[in-house]
């Protein structure tokens, strides 16, 4: 019996886990490439498959790039939300 990989992405870290994994990575706490060792000493380990599916093969900067491209997208989206919210909420008055 095969098993068919599915890819997960990082879209089920938090923002909390994000900012986390950031501050690991400027403070210079998490060593690239990525190791399943690395990811355990900062307390990453029930997220090693969305880490090492995502960022295996990428350096701390471009780990830090990704990080904040996620981050970016999500507040964008979150406006995005609020405004249309706010926009409907308009009309029913």
């Known amino acids: 019996m095969t098993h068919k990989f599915h890819p997960i992405g990082l879209s089920e870290l938090k923002d909390k886990e994000i900012k986390k994994l950031l501050g690991h990575i400027y403070r210079q706490e998490l060593t690239f490439p990525l190791t399943a060792q690395s ?42 939300l609020k405004r249309l919210t706010r926009q409907l909420n308009e009309n029913r008055m």
């Open 39 to 80: 990811i355990a000493c900062i307390g990453f380990q029930y997220r090693h498959e969305q880490l090492m599916g995502v960022l295996r093969n990428v350096n701390a900067e471009g780990a830090q790039a990704v990080l904040i491209c996620i981050m970016a997208e999500r507040l964008s989206c979150a406006e995005k």
